[in-house]
């Protein structure tokens, strides 16, 4: 037990990495509201690590990944996903429609909930055959994505002012399905690219 929940400073650098980010993104954001819309994913994220963390502590590999995430999120937070400066640079130098740090969010939204997903099936022992893992997992990132883009219908029928800046649709019609779809590529990418990283992970980590 002191093993798995023992703290390493490779877990304290990802903690300051986040952390420090979250602090930078908080300093006079573009909106205040949209600020909190944004990170709070990120919060929640952090609440939950700290409550689990002694008896189910992800992977190293789990976790950085959630940490990437989290500045992902706080970033668009600070700046707004249709502000953000790299995502402007992008737009400029390959001559694009739009500002595109929103897909990468949304790529992320079901790249790093896949395995954080794969991991809690397989160390509860969710599936009694493996081979549902795949499906199971990538339903699971469509059903997140989904619920975001819910959560963001709403803020828009509640307020207008959060809503332009909160739902970044940048004048896309089709803005919502192809955040899922992201979503869902994202999911399917990260179990292709990244299942024999995250086996070999597990396997040293005690099952409980």
Known sequence: MAQMSA???FHL???AAVLGVLAWSGVAPYDRLTWWLEVSPALAGLVALAVTWRRFRLT???LTLVALHMIILCVGG???YALVPLGEWVRDAFHLGRNHYDRLGHFAQGFVPAIIAREIILRRGVLARRGWLPFLVVCICGAISASYELIEWLVALTSKEASDSFLGTQGD???TQTD???AFAGAAIALVTLARWHDAQLAKTPHR
């Open 13 to 15: 650098a990802l903690l």
């Open 173 to 175: 019609p089709w803005d």
């Open 78 to 80: 600070k700046y707004t």
């Open 180 to 182: 899922m779809a992201l």
């Open 60 to 62: 190293d590999l789990a």
């Open 7 to 9: 703290v390493r400073p």
